[in-house]
């Protein structure tokens, strides 16, 4: 039973994988100082890159916990939520509002995924 971490700093790693399973990190934005739509594109965008790179996809996501800054963001959010999973293959998901860690952000999500 081996643990892969990728991408790993002093704090964390980026993935890490066990049994045929990723984990990702909590995802965030590229520009910070974007809309809620802008913002979760981008996070959606590097989610799909760490997938790629231990061999997954967002049609092999099993778990997604989004977290808000405001559950005014909700129904935006979800518009581009909605056009980036693959029909009937949305993974299991709650979403919540939180304090972020910096003020600017907006949405982060963090996701678990299978392996093939």
């Known amino acids: ?46 989610v799909d890159s760490l997938l790629e790179s231990v061999g997954s996809s967002r049609e092999k996501m099993l778990s997604a916990t989004i977290y808000l800054k405001t559950m005014a963001d909700f129904a935006e959010m979800n518009a581009v939520w909605d ?16 304090a972020m860690a910096s003020p600017e952000l907006l949405v982060e999500i963090s996701v678990i995924a299978a392996i093939d």
């Open 1 to 46: 039973m081996s643990i892969e971490r990728h991408q790993v700093s002093e704090r964390m790693s980026r993935i890490v994988v066990h049994n045929n399973t990723a984990y990702l990190c909590g995802q965030v934005a590229e520009d910070r100082s974007a809309g809620i739509a802008e913002q979760t594109r981008t996070m959606l965008a590097k």
């Open 83 to 98: 056009s980036w999973t693959v029909p009937g293959q949305a993974p299991a998901r709650a979403c919540v509002e939180a």
